[in-house]
């Protein structure tokens, strides 16, 4: 029993040492890099055949919609 009890021992300090150095060496900061995430868009864009503002918004649902050219009508996220 007192060699099981010693491998235990072992073993348990061996993880402890490895889950140490692992930890050690990560990255304290812990800083986003926005430049690294993708941004959403401001808006999703649609095929709308002969897009006007005033069909693109009704469209969309609200005053935000535009047209981005003559079939394409962009409504706001959100």
């Given at each position: 029993?007192?060699?099981?009890?010693?491998?235990?021992?072992?073993?348990?300090?061996?993880t402890?040492?490895?889950?140490?150095?692992?930890?050690?060496?990560?990255?304290?900061?812990?800083?986003i890099?926005?430049?690294?995430?993708?941004?959403?868009?401001?808006?999703?864009?649609?095929?709308?055949?002969?897009?006007?503002?005033e069909?693109?918004?009704?469209?969309?649902?609200?005053?935000?919609?535009q047209?981005?050219?003559s079939?394409?009508?962009?409504c706001?996220?959100?």
């Open positions: 029993m007192t060699i099981f009890k010693n491998k235990a021992s072992a073993l348990f300090l061996a402890l040492m490895v889950m140490g150095t692992l930890l050690s060496s990560c990255d304290a900061k812990n800083e890099q926005i430049d690294a995430l993708p941004l959403p868009a401001k808006c999703y864009e649609l095929d709308f055949p002969n897009c006007t503002l069909s693109c918004k009704k469209f969309c649902k609200n005053d935000g919609g047209c981005t050219s079939d394409g009508c962009c706001p996220v959100g």
